[in-house]
């Protein structure tokens, strides 16, 4: 049984994201452990399982079924559903990098995979493990302001991911633009906190035939709540989260880049003059990702983000791009009006 | 427009990215990029160009870059921390994408020099015709052995032409409007009293509307363009339109002996922060990020103190009367620059989108 033994993982991919955000934790955390890892290019395996105690490196899947429990698949998006499929049917936990998939279908295939296959799939929308995401969802879930009336995200950088293959800004291979990377996060911890049917989406942005790098949507759900989100990957916007609730506002501290790290929550209770100031402790969000899956496989229980979540995501995101229009940047098309705020 | 398939290096680029942008959108031209680093390619991906991973000193990805192309835009320029690399991109790499060029028989080779050439002690008025000049800026010097390496080719048979921007402006311009916007922030634009030099300026797509002329026109080849504004402004100018749009208007008129004082004082500051960044990074940054937030007229005070201001080894170009003739680029090329003022308010607007202030 799983319940009483430790964890073997498997990671399929050896991009930037396998590098910077997961092996740091299976060095760190001694419950659950690696076993294998797989990429096609067999050099870039072994440089970062040097110094790893594992059963498997190599550039082929099936040789690491026997060794896992879980696999964590950080392939390219396109690549996504093919993998995390074929170690579903294969009887493994899948944990996926985000976006799940890109394509609902490919989604909703690899949900039915997963309950056909008996086992859990989750998605790694690690912003839902960031303390400060956890108390906005504590405080929308308590109604302590109120119901959310409006809303209003804006999450940019410049773009300095360290992608090892460029595969990003591929578009066959990455999906989609800034709203397919960052976007998802948004969009994700937005359905989160708020988890209503959306009524309408009115989206537009700066791509010209290749991946858009700035992205602006209006989005109404069913219940009245409406409100904009911003990404950008060609500038630092004003990085913040501001939630307007019936009887006061909360808002992020933009102090770096990723608003979500940042160290200060403000909630401003309109009845009360001062603002409540919640500093934030040191934080391991993708260990937390990975001991929540750990835990929902063990004991079958539901992961925080599920497979289900991921759909939902690439479902509004599809609206989205279904419904895009140019953004008018003057600054870009050469013209005068540049009316785009 | 007479090329079909355009081959750029630097795309990723302030002056390259908008190349690539308007030969898409004004021309309907789909390029190949040179890309060193994919960490830098968001804005280009917007388009749907062929990227290629490489640099100028790979020739094996020049040589597949350039295949199926008939013009080439060399917009790449050595700026790392390594001098020496610098060097080698400007020239080795100058003379790789040249040879390759003239191998494939490219119509046409566009060379983005600068009028750095012209050294750091330019005559009033400069045109094509004046002579250059090697001073003690390494990035001018290297501009003119490039040219040199150019200048090599065309006598080989290889359809060359020069183009020398001057001082480059607009949306992604990293010196001249981001670094801009940002040195009035901090107060770091001073108005010193006898200081009253020129500033070339020229809008972005003024200059690539330039260097298109420069493609369409055969009696460009083997000729030099220095491409400006239609007339300069001053710096205090300048540095004006940068400072209005935020909390930091320009100061009073200084002494040239207090500018100095602050300067060293600043380059002392720095010389010592820089020491203490290495042991005390994480504290020093949260102290300023405290700061900003609780004491923000004391951070401004603070970094106005680190900024110093003008630089001793600034006063010589905003100090220059110099003006950049554009006339032959009128006369052979037709060239037609805008407004200062109509390049400003489009800057001005994407400086708002992107929230530098």
């Given amino acids: 049984m799983l319940k009483d033994r430790m964890i073997r993982f498997g990671i399929i991919g050896c991009g930037a994201v396998t590098e910077i955000a997961y092996l740091p934790c299976f060095k760190r955390e001694r419950s659950f452990k690696l076993t294998c890892i797989v990429d096609e290019d067999e050099s870039r395996a072994r440089s970062l399982a040097r110094g790893l105690d594992l059963y498997y490196v190599g550039k082929d899947i099936e040789p690491i079924y026997k060794h896992v429990d879980v696999v964590i698949v950080a392939v390219p998006n396109h690549l996504h559903f093919l993998i995390a499929n074929q170690c579903l049917e294969a009887g493994k936990h899948v944990l996926c990098e985000k976006p799940l998939a890109i394509t609902s279908d490919e989604c909703s295939k690899l949900l039915s995979s997963a309950k056909r296959f008996n086992v859990k799939l989750a998605v790694a929308h690690v912003r839902r493990f960031y303390q400060i995401a956890r108390i906005i969802k504590r405080i929308v879930d308590s109604r302590e302001l109120g119901d959310l009336v409006s809303f209003d995200f804006e999450e940019g950088t410049i773009f300095n991911w360290p992608t090892v293959t460029g595969y990003i800004f591929d578009k066959a291979k990455a999906g989609g633009g800034v709203l397919m990377d960052i976007g998802v996060h948004v969009l994700d911890l937005l359905l989160w906190w708020h988890p209503y049917e959306i009524n309408s989406v009115d989206y537009g942005d700066d791509s010209l035939g290749g991946l858009e790098a700035y992205a602006k949507l209006h989005v109404i759900f069913s219940n009245g709540t409406e409100g904009r989100v911003k990404v950008s990957r060609l500038s630092a916007l004003r990085n913040r989260y501001k939630l307007i609730f019936e009887n006061g506002v909360v808002e992020v501290e933009p102090l770096v880049w990723d608003p979500l790290i940042s160290k200060r929550i403000h909630v401003t209770k309109f009845s009360e003059t001062r603002k409540k100031l919640i500093k934030i402790k040191k934080e391991f969000p993708i260990l937390d990702l990975l001991s929540d899956f750990v835990s929902a496989v063990r004991y079958d229980d539901y992961p925080l983000a599920s497979g289900e979540d991921g759909l939902k995501v690439i479902q509004v995101i599809e609206r989205c791009y279904s419904a895009r229009r140019l953004l008018p940047l003057g600054w870009l098309l050469s013209t005068a009006d540049a009316s785009c705020d | ?357």
């Avoid at chain 2, 302030?14 to 804005?43: M, P, Q, T, Y």
């Avoid at chain 2, 020739?59 to 917009?75: A, N, P, Q």
């Avoid at chain 2, 402006?169 to 990293?174: E, K, R």
């Avoid at chain 2, 540095?239 to 209005?244: C, G, H, K, P």
Wanted: charged share 20%; hydrophobic share 35%; proline share 4%.
């Fill in chain 2, 1 to 357: 427009m007479s090329t079909e398939k355009a081959f750029i290096t630097g795309a990723t680029g302030f002056i390259g990215g908008r190349i690539a942008e308007k030969l898409w959108i004004d021309h309907g031209i789909n390029s190949r990029c040179l890309v060193r680093n994919f960490s830098n390619a968001a804005r280009l991906a917007r388009l749907p160009v062929k990227m290629v991973l490489g640099d100028v000193l790979d020739r094996t990805s020049i040589e597949k870059g350039m295949e199926g192309c008939d013009t080439v835009l060399h917009c790449t320029y050595g700026n790392t921390n390594d001098s020496n690399l610098n060097t080698r991109i400007n020239e080795e790499g100058t003379t790789n994408i040249c040879e390759i060029a003239l191998k494939k028989r490219i119509k046409k080779l566009i060379y983005i020099s600068s009028v750095a050439v012209y050294g750091s002690n330019p005559p009033p008025v400069v045109t094509e015709e004046t002579p250059t000049a090697f001073s003690d800026d390494k990035y001018g010097n290297s501009k003119i052995r490039s040219e040199k390496i150019c200048f090599d080719f065309l006598a080989k048979g290889l359809p060359i032409v020069i183009i020398r921007p001057t001082i480059v402006f607009g949306p992604f311009s990293p010196i001249w409007t981001v670094g801009a916007i940002k040195r009035v922030l901090v107060k770091g634009w001073q108005n010193v009293k006898g200081m009253n030099g020129l500033c070339n300026a020229v809008y972005i797509d003024d200059l690539v509307d330039g260097i298109f002329l420069s493609i369409n026109i055969d009696e460009a080849i083997g000729q030099i363009f220095v491409i400006s504004g239609e007339k300069p402004v001053t710096w205090n100018q300048y540095f004006s339109e940068y400072a209005q749009l935020t909390e930091s208007p320009l100061p009073q008129e200084i002494s040239e002996t207090r500018r100095k004082a602050k300067a060293v004082l600043s380059t002392w500051l720095r010389t010592n922060l820089s020491f203490l960044r290495r042991f005390f990074e994480p504290q020093l940054q949260r102290t300023h990020s405290y700061l900003k937030q609780q004491k923000p007229s004391l951070a401004d005070k603070i970094e106005n103190l680190i900024s110093g201001g003008i630089k001793n080894n600034e006063v010589r170009l905003f100090s220059q009367r110099t003006s950049y003739s554009i006339d032959k680029s009128k006369q052979i090329l037709g060239y037609s620059p805008g407004s200062f003022q109509a390049g400003m308010k489009i800057t001005i607007d994407w400086l708002r989108h992107h929230r530098y202030f």
